[in-house]
Each structure stands twice: as C-alpha cells, then as structure tokens.
C-alpha cells in the first residue's frame, strides 16, 4: 500500500504539470482556470484507462 501511494503522489504532480502549462497560455484570461481543469481531466481520464487496462484485462 506504501509503494502505491506514492506512485500516485508522483502521478498527482505529473497529473499537475501540464495542466499548469496550459492554463498559462490563457494567463490572467477567464479560460485559464477551464483549461487548468480541462487538461486535468483529460489527464486522470487517461490514467483511469490505464488503471483498466492494467487491472481489468
């Protein structure tokens, strides 16, 4: 259960990055925080179907 956490905790900052990158292209615009979201959604989307993938087959 440790090991898992902590994959996780890596994969929250991982999850984190690329949504911060985004949202700066729209910095100080109203979509900023919508691509924040936007892009952590489509981020953790991914990885749920990795986690089936990985998990269901």
């Known amino acids: ?19 911060k990158k985004a949202s700066l292209e729209f910095e100080g ?4 925080p919508l691509e924040y979201v936007a892009v952590l959604g489509s981020v953790t989307k991914d990885r749920y179907y990795e986690w089936v993938n990985l998990y269901m087959n």
Do not use: H, N
């Not at 259960?1 to 949504?19: C, F, G, N, S």
């Not at 615009?29 to 900023?32: A, H, P, S, V």
């Open 1 to 19: 259960m440790v090991e898992l956490k902590e994959k996780q905790l890596d994969w929250i900052t991982y999850r984190d990055e690329p949504a």
């Open 29 to 32: 615009g109203t979509i900023e």
